[in-house]
């Protein structure tokens, strides 16, 4: 199966728009990392490349036979179409979104509001919208959110690390949305503290207590050839140079971690 990761696993690559390369370099990176599929999210600004940029991207992306996939983080309407018609020219029918828009948590109110004209364009440019679970909506919210549309056009990212911050274990994400997957993030950390407080930090995939064959049953459990993309939480030295470095190492770790794991299953696909 193929395996991707996403343009947050580029985080300090990215982070600081004066030093950012362009996207080309970043497919580079992943095809030297032996990837497959790209996510472009929100932290590497597509919408704000020149046309010829973003083409010359996808060119690249073809050469190295990258697919590549595309996610916005917002409550806009208007960024949701701009980001769909962006998609358009992407074999890709999926858009994953992160349900933020601002620094406070958006009410239910809000993203009823939302969801029902992201609906309705994602119908009128033939493509489907998975939610990513995230720190601020819990999954049982995303859940009642989805409900009244349609599962071939709203479904979930699962990201399997993300709702730690809720206090929701990987079982209970997998439970509430996994039926309705069409895509899944894997990062890997460490829990520690005691009773009075704990602390989660990243780690390369394995190495860390997300149950990793557990998740791996219940994807495959779900679709025979899932959309995986690999994620890292490095956690930051402030030295630009080598938490780039970082990056690129734990992805490494984590490519060579799953494709272990995979091969070594009953039924690899």
Request: glycine content about 6%.
């Amino acid at each position: 199966m193929k395996i991707g990761t996403t343009s947050f696993a580029f985080r300090y690559l990215l982070m600081d728009r004066s030093r950012a390369p362009r996207l080309e370099y970043v497919a580079e990176q992943a095809h030297q990392l032996g990837l497959e599929r790209l996510q472009i999210c929100e932290n590497a600004r597509p919408l704000d490349l020149p046309p010829s940029e973003w083409e010359d991207f996808l060119k690249k992306s073809k050469k190295y036979g990258i697919e590549v996939h595309m996610g916005c983080k917002t409550l806009d309407p208007a960024v949701l179409e701009r980001t769909l018609r962006q998609a358009m020219g992407i074999p890709s029918q999926t858009v994953r979104i992160v349900l933020e828009d601002g620094d406070k948590p958006p009410t239910p109110e809000q993203i009823d509001a939302f969801l029902d004209p992201a609906v309705r364009l994602a119908e009128k440019y033939g493509m489907r919208l998975a939610l990513e679970n995230h720190f601020d909506l819990s999954v049982r919210q995303l859940v009642s959110a989805a409900r009244p549309f349609p599962p071939d056009l709203l479904g979930f990212c699962v990201d399997a690390a993300n709702s730690l911050r809720r206090f929701e274990t990987v079982e209970e994400v997998f439970d509430c949305l996994g039926s309705r997957a069409y895509c899944f993030h894997l990062k890997d950390y460490k829990v520690t503290g005691s009773n009075v407080g704990f602390a989660v930090i990243g780690t390369p995939l394995g190495q860390g207590d997300l149950p990793l064959e557990w998740v791996l049953d219940e994807i495959f459990k779900r679709q025979e050839d899932p959309e995986i993309y690999l994620e890292n939480w490095v956690p930051p030295t402030g030295v630009w140079e080598q938490d780039v470095q970082k990056d690129h190492e734990w992805l490494l770790e984590s490519a060579t971690a799953l494709r272990e794991r995979l091969a070594i299953r009953p039924n690899p696909m």
